[in-house]
């Protein structure tokens, strides 16, 4: 039975003492053990948010790393300065991130690798965008993406360490869910191309989550669903909504 795990991506939301108040505010009503809740804030705020989850099982995830240990990478962030704060997630490779940053599945594996080198948690997310999808090459697309940012990772790190995260690019901060049906039907695929990468015992054990437009109203529907593991919260993670859908 996989452990469900909803993450919160703030983005770019929120200054510390906001974030801060905020956790304050939602963090009794997200302490559970029924889920695994992880609250990924900006990298100036990660500090403070790990000692205001202290104590609670909510756990600390980050937004983004890079693959080197340390030196001269003007701006950037290692995985021992996130371990250092706390983290034991990390998303790698969000839609943003690819789109905005130029983030390629070699680079999104460079970070997979790293982090788990450290013991945290890559959250590594794939998903197509709207013409991929019309074109009906939407599984080409994401098979590749997996493939190549999951290549060389051990399979009992995929089975025990790894989220695989399908966000459907249509769906992100658009409002527009992908149906339940939908949603699933990829993230079976997910599976099924983990299935032929390791076995179908890492198959069966992997975690992956649905992200895009996830709210209140549509999480008990998606969280049911036999494939999606969880989901990964942009916009709603941002309010009570947040507590609604840990409590699906
Ligand atoms: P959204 O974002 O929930 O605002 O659509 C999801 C994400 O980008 O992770």
């Avoid at 996989?2 to 009794?28: P, T």
């Avoid at 997630?89 to 983030?103: L, M, N, T």
């Avoid at 999104?108 to 080198?117: C, H, Q, S, T």
């Amino acid at each position: 039975m996989r452990k469900k795990i909803i993450a919160g991506n703030w983005k770019m939301n929120y200054c510390v003492n906001k974030g801060e108040a905020f956790v304050e505010e939602i963090k009794n009503s997200i302490n559970t053990d029924e889920v695994d809740v992880v609250i990924c804030p900006n990298f100036v705020s990660l500090d403070r948010i790990s000692d205001a989850i202290d104590g609670t099982s909510v756990k600390l995830g980050a937004q983004n790393v890079y693959f080197e240990d340390k030196g001269a990478y003007t701006g950037e962030t290692s995985v021992d300065m996130l371990a250092a704060v706390g983290v034991s997630y990390c998303i790698v490779g969000h839609s943003e991130r690819r789109q905005y940053f130029a983030e390629t599945d070699e680079i999104v594996n460079k970070k997979a690798k790293k982090l788990l080198e450290k013991d945290i948690c890559p959250i590594v997310c794939v998903g197509e965008t709207l013409e991929e999808r019309e074109s009906n090459t939407m599984f080409e697309v994401v098979e590749k993406e997996v493939r190549d940012s999951l290549a060389d990772i051990d399979k009992e790190l995929i089975a025990n360490k790894v989220v695989i995260a399908y966000e459907p690019i249509w769906a992100i901060g658009t409002g527009k869910t992908a149906t339940a049906e939908q949603a699933n039907e990829m993230c079976k695929f997910i599976r099924e191309v983990v299935a032929k990468m390791y076995d179908e015992a890492t198959a069966e054990k992997v975690r992956i989550q649905y992200g895009g437009s996830v709210k209140p109203s549509n999480a008990n529907e998606i969280l049911n669903m036999s494939d999606i593991d969880g989901a990964l919260v942009g916009g709603a993670s941002l309010t009570n909504d947040f507590v609604a859908i840990v409590n699906y």
